[in-house]
């Protein structure tokens, strides 16, 4: 089970105590800054793609969407998302739980700097139904994370 994974790697960090469980779903940024009470941009989304040698994982806040030219930049291809019932084998955990921690091994995790802007921010642990509260310092420390990388911009609002 995917959350049990994710308590048993916060325990090594003394952490596996923080994770904040929920009576409803946090599934989606939406939905994670209800159940918390927050701000969307302060959820941390977990992104799953596919390179052509292997997959990543980029975290990145909860208002911004990935800026494709900017990815293939950094990444040197195009952006390939994986599908909805890809994530749970290729990434390790379901969709609405992705999260930077127990990940598969091979799994490359990167940092996007829209996160830099806040003092903590809220990433899932493995279900859809739970969360933690980090501080920038503490996801750096606890995360298995390559970089930081620029690939986002802010989801355009429109006004209907």
Known sequence: MSVEKVKKYLGKYNMDNRIINFTTSSATV???????????????????FKLSNGYILIITAGDVKIDNVKYRKEFGEKAHMLAFDEVEEKIGHPVGGVCPFAVNVGVKIYLDESLKR???????????????????????????????????????????
């Open 30 to 48: 939406e939905l994670a800054a209800q159940a918390l009470g927050c701000e969307e941009s302060r959820i941390a989304k977990s992104l799953s």
């Open 118 to 160: 806040f003092k903590t921010v809220f990433p899932a642990c493995g279900e859809t139904n739970n969360a933690i509260e980090l501080t920038i310092e503490e996801l750096e420390n606890i995360t298995d994370f390559i970089k930081w990388v620029d690939v986002c911009k802010l989801k355009e609002v429109t006004n209907l």
